[in-house]
T-cell receptor, first 116, second 114 residues
Framework: AQTVTQSQPEMSVQEAETVTLSCTYDTSENNYYLFWYKQPPSRQMILVIRQEAYKQQNATENRFSVNFQKAAKSFSLKISDSQLGDTAMYFCAFIPSGAGSYQLTFGKGTKLSVIP | KAGVTQTPRYLIKTRGQQVTLSCSPISGHRSVSWYQQTPGQGLQFLFEYFSETQRNKGNFPGRFSGRQFSNSRSEMNVSTLELGDSALYLC?????????????FGEGSWLTVV
């Protein structure tokens, strides 16, 4: 079974600053996908970024980037130039690759507040 | 392109009643999965359907059931509601349910059991 741990229940950052959210996971799988989802007050889960475990290069999407350390089973999210609209819950999620793997395993989430 | 649509968005039910939630996936998506979100347990997988077949089921009692129709729309049903079933129920869709496909979520259905 897989587990995903987000050790920071709450974080805050000043507008325009940079913040890093932590995520570690435990799995015996060698191939898998990792995701960061954002859940604003509207409650819709929005995909922020995804990483394939077989890729060495860290994924980036505009102001969002990850630091993927496969050996350490760590997958942190860096948000640069934080904006008020980044205020949300952020969930790290894991899914093994291959047939038979259809469910995401989520961490408990980190509540991020961007302060003006 | 329309996103994942869930109905109803909000509902209140009484203990012992049953409830049916509906989900329309993104056009062309054939996999639909359901998650329950509560403050205590976080996000937990309920089940996943592909081409009208349930491929995977989470660790929930038999009171929780679902189905998928030929147009990929899905419904989930909870019978004999308990107070602990109060939660946000999220539906998600993807092209084929293969883990490499991105999973997109709807806005959820808020269920309150009183």
């Amino acid at each position: 079974a897989q587990t995903v741990t987000q050790s920071q229940p709450e974080m805050s950052v000043q507008e325009a600053e940079t913040v890093t959210l932590s995520c570690t996971y435990d799995t015996s799988e060698n191939n898998y996908y990792l995701f960061w989802y954002k859940q604003p007050p509207s409650r819709q889960m929005i995909l922020v970024i995804r990483q394939e475990a077989y890729k060495q290069q860290n994924a980036t999407e505009n102001r969002f980037s990850v630091n993927f350390q496969k050996a350490a089973k760590s997958f942190s999210l860096k948000i640069s130039d934080s904006q008020l609209g980044d205020t949300a819950m952020y969930f790290c999620a894991f899914i093994p690759s291959g047939a038979g793997s259809y469910q995401l395993t989520f961490g408990k989430g980190t509540k991020l507040s961007v302060i003006p | 392109k329309a996103g994942v649509t869930q109905t109803p968005r909000y509902l209140i039910k009484t203990r012992g009643q049953q409830v049916t939630l509906s989900c329309s996936p993104i056009s062309g998506h054939r996999s639909v999965s359901w998650y329950q979100q509560t403050p205590g347990q976080g996000l937990q997988f309920l089940f996943e359907y592909f081409s009208e077949t349930q491929r995977n089921k989470g660790n929930f009692p038999g009171r929780f059931s679902g189905r998928q129709f030929s147009n990929s729309r899905s419904e989930m049903n909870v019978s004999t509601l308990e107070l602990g079933d109060s939660a946000l129920y999220l539906c998600a869709s993807s092209l084929a349910g293969f883990s490499g496909n991105t999973i997109y979520f709807g806005e959820g259905s808020w269920l309150t059991v009183v």
